[in-house]
């Protein structure tokens, strides 16, 4: 089945630093890739998404890039603020079910 | 809409119990999931659906039973609670293959 690794396992930037976050996957059959935001205690909250048709998708301060080829794809949030401070967690997703498989997640902190 | 909606959110169960994790979605999705998230391992998928009467297993889906009688619906059993059950569950849903899936709040279950 699918394999997907997160890496840092924890970020600490300063507020208006920017912040990446690196996933890879094993399946070269995935061909959706989520990013999801949770704050402690609550659900998580999709961020950004892309699909293995597109190499790259912006919304406003968040990006995400994806390379079919080394089988990797990041998260790029750039002048970040304390309320970005989350854990992010990436996923991929395999198969006609919507089978998603996630990272283990990068516990962000923006500090001041 | 109140979206995806989870009952209990807290429950303490001895080992041996049973229990059902209520899951209901109104936003007319066909595609629902259960997640199981414990720390430092992300989210991993319990058995999902992609439509009324069809469901299949994810990563974890020993010790738990799932039925999909309508499309709003998605119980989760446990058929006899374990120490190692312990954690959150999730439930999700999305419109369609590769879309978005939206979460629910969770619920917290501990067995002693």
């Known amino acids: 089945g699918e394999n997907v690794e997160q890496h840092p396992s924890t970020l600490s930037v300063q507020e208006g630093d920017s912040a990446v976050i690196k996933c890879t996957y094993s399946d070269s059959a995935s061909n959706y890739f989520p990013w999801y935001k949770q704050e402690l205690g609550k659900r998580p909250q999709l961020i950004i998404d892309?699909?293995?048709?597109?190499g790259e998708k912006k919304d406003q301060r968040i990006a995400v890039t994806l390379n079919k080829t080394a089988k990797h794809f990041s998260l790029h949030i750039t002048e970040t603020q304390p309320e970005d401070s989350a854990v992010y967690f990436c996923a991929a997703s395999t198969g006609g079910g919507n089978k998603l498989t996630f990272g283990t997640g990068t516990q962000l902190k923006v500090e001041l | 809409n109140a979206g995806v909606t989870q009952t209990p959110k807290f429950q303490v169960l001895k080992t041996g119990q049973s229990m059902t994790l209520q899951c209901a979605q109104d936003m007319n999705h066909e595609y629902m999931s259960w997640y199981r998230q414990d720390p430092g391992m992300g989210l991993r998928l319990i058995h999902y659906s992609v439509g009324a009467g069809i469901t299949d297993q994810g990563e974890v889906p020993n010790g738990y039973n799932v039925s999909r009688s309508t499309t709003e619906d998605f119980p989760l059993r446990l058929l006899s609670a374990a120490p190692s059950q312990t954690s959150v569950y999730f439930c999700?849903?999305?419109?369609?293959?590769?879309?978005?899936?939206?979460f629910g709040d969770g619920t917290r279950l501990s067995i002693l």
């Open positions: 892309i699909r293995s048709n597109v």
């Open positions: 999700a849903s999305s419109y369609q293959y590769n879309q978005p899936q939206h």
